[in-house]
């Protein structure tokens, strides 16, 4: 590819890397959806031993649970920076990690970090992260760090006893980044038998029960002891396989809150693959052909949610290209004036994904700062029911905007993710909690504001949380669109409102 000035290709890795690092130091509350979710639970763990108000409404509890990057990060980290600057950090990870892991393996298997492998840094803003998606990110960098570790060792007992304890890290960290690493293990060694590396049939299943088996042996039973509790986790209603939504995936990879962008950037990217495949212009390391092709084959089976897990579908597009660019190299047969037509093109798209990211990150900032500003007119300790005037004011910050009560005044929401964390709510909070609730319309709250309360059956949530509002709730969020006139003819009072969201007292006005 071509070279800029001096500049050599880790330098302008390090480049990249130093970027999403100043906008996350600009805007450290740039990311939405799942993320503030995520974050309010860290701070619940970080601040329950001291705060009264927390200790009302929520507990730790101990339980397998492999979903843990943030929960491992950012309690204890929060003590000496603050719970934003030690979610920043985590967001960091989960951006630049996989890319990293790219262009490590890159350095692995041509002995250089090389032009091509920088393509991975196109998958930065994609949309794991958009959703909020940070512990699996960032596992998932983890994933193919092992892996490239993995590779790089031969087959003995060292081996095994290397992975023992990462095999476990990984599956505390996410279940699928654990997964993943064992996934694209198993399809190198399967690789380098059928090259006739592992030596004959019983050789290599002497390998693969007695070696290799036994360097998982930790990730799966704790992955078993955390599937025991799976069938309680709260379903979200989808199909196993939906076309619309693998034709999404597509754009997974670069997709980060606009949608033109993110085609623009996938069909660069796509045509600059085929091309090169198609002419011969770039040849993969002997093998890693076939590591992509298991990678696709993942993308295309992968059903859209398990165990009421959503969002599997799009997981793996970005790290499809990261593994692409950094398996490939150039061939002498690509022409100049192609190498200089690429060049520019992937300069342009990086560009183009950092600009993008970059507009994304600042209006989900600005947004969260004025809803924190919003939040002092709330009492602290307050149980806050969450609404959306219609379909279109959920937006990525206002999806779990919400949770930014909890840490700004301790109040109690009802849709924290505490099925895949430590935090459970208190036995008294059971009847007020419903995990990956989504809020509720004004039609759902005046139907809810008469209905019985009913108690939770399972000791943990009640879908039945808000029955009987006006009698049980304190304050009422109505995330909204502009100009909405907001809940005009129910029972409560307005408090302070800014133009995404009006705060409501529950009673009436006096």
Known sequence: MMHLSRLKSWQIALGLIAIVALFVALWPLGLGRDYMNHLARTYIQGNLGTDASLQQYYEVSFDFIPDMTMDLIVPWLSQITGIYAAGALTIWLGYILPPIAGVMLARTLHGRVTWVSLFGFLTVFNANMDYGFVNFN????????????????????????VFAPIGLVLVVNHALAFLLFGYLALAWELIQFFKGVRGPGSKFLFQIFCLDAPAMLGGI???????????????????????????????????????????????????????????????????????????????????????????????????????????????????????????????????????????????????????????????EGSKLLVAFSNSEAISVFSTHGASMAVIERQAFVPNLFTNTSPVDVTPAMADYHMPQFG????????????????????????PSFANDWPRRWDYIVLFRTPNHPGLTDLPVCEVSAIESAILYKVGPCL
């Open 439 to 462: 809020g509720f319309s004004p039609d759902d709250l005046r139907m809810t504001a008469s209905a019985s309360a009913v108690p939770s059956e399972n000791g943990f949530w009640s």
């Open 221 to 379: 039973t704790y992955l078993g002891l955390s599937v025991r509790n799976a069938t309680d986790l709260p379903q979200i209603p989808a199909p196993l396989f939906d076309p619309a939504g693998k034709v999404g995936a597509i754009l997974a990879g670069t997709l980060f809150g606009n949608i033109l962008i993110a085609a623009i950037l996938s069909a660069t990217i796509i045509v600059i693959c085929y091309l090169s495949i198609r002419n011969k212009w770039v040849e993969f390391v002997d093998g890693m052909d076939w590591v992509c092709a298991a990678l696709l084959a993942l993308v295309v089976l992968m059903p859209i949610a398990i165990l009421g897990i959503w969002g599997l579908h799009f997981r793996f597009t970005g790290l499809l290209l990261i593994v692409f660019a950094a398996s490939v190299q150039i061939r002498p047969t690509l022409p100049k004036r192609v190498n200089h037509i690429f060049s520019v093109l992937g300069l342009s798209a990086l560009s183009l994904a950092y600009y993008n990211g970059a507009v994304a990150m600042a209006n989900v900032d600005r947004t969260a700062d004025e809803f924190r500003l919003f939040l002092t007119d709330l009492p």
């Open 138 to 161: 960032a596992s998932a960098g983890f994933a193919l760090l092992a892996f490239v570790l993995w590779i790089r060792m031969v087959p003995d007992w060292r081996r095994t006893i």
